[in-house]
Each structure stands twice: as structure tokens, then as C-alpha cells.
């Protein structure tokens, strides 16, 4: 008698021990499935920020907004001007000079960089106002170059939702009749925003006209 009852006290001994290793391996299970749980929300998350970074990366910042206007002077033209303003559900765009850059490519001719930074937003923008521009805020003496007007802005050097700018581009050997000319924008962030246009036959000897 005494004999069976060591073997269940031994029975009962074994049962606790059990107990206790299934319950620790509940708990490390736990721990390895909240581990492994919040890996796959960490990976996940930052799947979705490399994929909302990509898309930006590959769309401009900027869009244009309304037609490109042009300045005809000696039937060739001198001026662009080019409404822009930011994409829908981007960051503001910085236009300061040192983030900025505006490129130019006509024929076999390459302006890298004409861009002088912001001028202050002109009440119109008819050929004296151009000349102003060109004198002021391009370097005169420049074979091209180009500024930014902001309207309805608050004063700085960015164009934010809502807020519109005109990139004025002076051309001192512009195109004329049939060729084609590319203008280029670069901001700090986004793609390049690349806007192709042919300038049309019949040119005025001077008067603006509208490229589309």
C-alpha cells in the first residue's frame, strides 16, 4: 500500500512540473508572437513610408497652371512666362535661389541654371514691367535669366496651397518661328517638372502670344 501511494505522490509532482513548463511555454509564445506582431506593423509601416516617399520622389512638386504666355520682340521670343503652382497634397515649394533651379534648353544651347530668386508680384506684367525684371532681378547683362513672382503670397520666398506664381524667363537669343524650346524646373524636393513647347510661324515683330 504504501508503494501505490508514492506513485501518485510522484504522479501529482509530475502533473505540477507539467503544468509549469506548458504554462512557460505559453508565455514565450506570447512573447514571440507580440515580437513577431509588432516586426510585421514596424515592416509594414515602413513599406508604406518608402512607397509614399517613391511616389514623391517620381512626381514634380509643381504643375502648371494655365497657358504659357510669350513676349515677341524682333520676331523672336524674349520672354516666358509660365504660371505654376504646387500639386495637390504636396509640401510647400521652396523658390529661393539656393533651392531652386530653372533650365533652359534651346537648339544646341543649354542654359543649366538662369535663376535669380524671387522679385516682388507686379500689378501687370506688359513689356515695360518685363524690361524692369530684366534689369533688376535677371542680371542685364545676362544671356538668360529668370525670377519668380508670387501672388497672393505672405510675403516669403514660398509657394504654398492656394498660391499661384508666374516664372518670368528672359531669352536674350530666343527661339523663333518652328523651333522648339525646354524649360525645366527643379525644386528641393519631387521630380524634375519638364514643359516643351514649338514656338508657332507668323511671330508678330513684337506683342505676346500664347504657346498653350
Known amino acids: 500500500m504504501a508503494y501505490e501511494g508514492s506513485r501518485r505522490g510522484r504522479r501529482g509532482t509530475f502533473s505540477v512540473e507539467a503544468a509549469i513548463i506548458l504554462i512557460s511555454f505559453v508565455v514565450i509564445a506570447s512573447a514571440l508572437a507580440f515580437a513577431v506582431m509588432n516586426m510585421g506593423y514596424y515592416a509594414a509601416q515602413k513599406t508604406k513610408d518608402t512607397m509614399e ?17 510669350a513676349y515677341v520682340s524682333t520676331s523672336k521670343v524674349e520672354y516666358l512666362i509660365i504660371p505654376v503652382k504646387t500639386c495637390v497634397a504636396r509640401s510647400p515649394v521652396d523658390l529661393s535661389e539656393e533651392t531652386f533651379i530653372v533650365s533652359v534648353i534651346l537648339g544646341e544651347t543649354t542654359y543649366t541654371n538662369v535663376y535669380n530668386g524671387t522679385a516682388s508680384a ?10 524692369n525684371l530684366k534689369t533688376n532681378e535677371m542680371g542685364d547683362s545676362s544671356e538668360a ?23 518670368v524667363i528672359y531669352l536674350q537669343n530666343g527661339p523663333t518661328s518652328y523651333e522648339t524650346i525646354k ?29 498653350g
Not at 513672382?149 to 516669403?156: K, M, N, P, Q, V
Open 53 to 69: 516617399k517613391g511616389v514623391q520622389e517620381v512626381s514634380s512638386a509643381l504643375e502648371l497652371d494655365g497657358a504659357i504666355t
Open 122 to 131: 507686379q500689378d501687370k506684367l506688359d513689356s515695360s514691367a518685363l524690361q
Open 145 to 167: 535669366g529668370a525670377c519668380a513672382l508670387i501672388l497672393t503670397g505672405d510675403g516669403d520666398d514660398v509657394l504654398e496651397l492656394n498660391e499661384k506664381a508666374y516664372i
Open 183 to 211: 524649360v525645366e524646373f527643379r525644386s528641393g524636393e519631387g521630380a524634375t517638372l519638364s514643359l516643351s513647347r514649338q514656338i508657332p510661324p507668323g511671330l508678330p515683330s513684337s506683342g505676346f502670344i500664347d504657346l
